[in-house]
């Protein structure tokens, strides 16, 4: 039986109103697979859709090591404290067999997950990345109309998972760290092609004249390729998420990102074509999914 507070209007009314509670409880309709729980979620997110799509939305990617939960912490604490609400979703379609995402242990974000300010959702437990993306999208949009004007996507660098994050958002940065020529080769070619930004993280102590040589390193690769926008060409910078040293400036850059594709009409087409792609996945997966479940096919 159907809980009260699992009603479409009363999670439309108190994800309106902000509560996390009922953002959380949306998005765990939206991940399931039983079909009445998608019935809820799809009332709600067609009632909410036309208070989405006023957030930033942000990518972020980068190989394991490169201390992506430090960075993603101190960049949503320095968020916060601009005035804003973040949320900080992740595509993982290894979950399953790992037994969560990365950002599943929130104790790798102990301050940023404590905040009213903030957020944080592990990846949905499915083990393809196609349903893995689709439903992190419903959860951004999800997140968008409880008053979150910051989204973070965070994926763990899966195979095609970079490609699904950047269908999703406005802003693809990829994280790297210091490690000159040999940690360029080790970057794949369509990966750099999404980057909108390239940070170089652990820039402090005996790795700052390293993270300098490699920031030099990608700014050269990143003019040899073609641009995404007119309106903005991709920039490298360094940071330290350990000592907080630059993160305000990879906010900054987000900022300039956000102004210049919104000036140039660049960011709303691209949106709507990331919509019209959603919507078509999501009525090729329906049918795919009605044609599975026919006894006459199953037999």
Not at 146 to 167: H, M, P, R
Not at 171 to 193: A, C, N
Request: aromatic fraction near 4%.
């Amino acid at each position: 039986m159907t809980r009260e507070v699992d009603t479409a209007p009363a999670l439309i009314e108190g994800i309106r109103a902000g509560d996390r509670r009922s953002l959380a409880r949306a998005i765990t309709l939206a991940e399931s697979t039983r079909d009445d729980h998608r019935a809820v979620a799809d009332e709600v997110l067609e009632t909410l859709l036309p208070d989405t799509g006023r957030s930033r939305r942000i990518g972020i990617s980068g190989p394991p090591g490169v201390g992506k939960s430090t960075f993603i912490e101190a960049l949503g604490l320095h968020i916060i404290e601009q005035g804003h609400r973040l949320a900080v979703l992740a595509i993982d379609p290894s979950s399953r067999r790992t037994g969560g995402s990365i950002l599943g242990d929130k104790t790798r974000m102990a301050d940023l997950s404590h905040s009213e300010a903030a957020f944080i959702r592990p990846s949905p437990g499915s083990g393809h990345l196609g349903g893995v993306a689709r439903r992190t999208r419903e959860a951004m949009l999800l997140c968008e109309a409880a008053g979150f004007d910051v989204v973070i996507v965070e994926t763990i660098g899966v195979g095609q998972s970079e490609v699904a994050v950047s269908d999703m958002v406005d802003m693809f940065t990829l994280l790297v760290s210091p490690g000159g020529g040999d940690e360029l080769q080790g970057i794949k070619r369509g990966i750099m092609e999404l980057a909108d930004l390239v940070v170089v993280n652990k820039a402090d102590g005996d790795l700052a004249a390293a993270a300098g040589r490699t920031r030099a390193d990608y700014a050269a690769a990143v003019h040899l390729l073609r641009p995404k926008w007119q309106a903005w060409t991709t920039e490298v910078m360094a940071c330290s998420a350990l000592t907080g040293t630059g993160v305000d400036e990879v906010w900054s850059a987000v900022g300039r990102f956000g102004d210049r594709v919104t000036a140039s009409a660049e960011l709303p087409a691209a949106r709507s074509q990331q919509a019209t792609a959603w919507l078509w996945s999501e009525i090729s997966d329906t049918l795919i999914d009605r044609f599975r479940a026919d006894p006459a096919v199953s037999a």
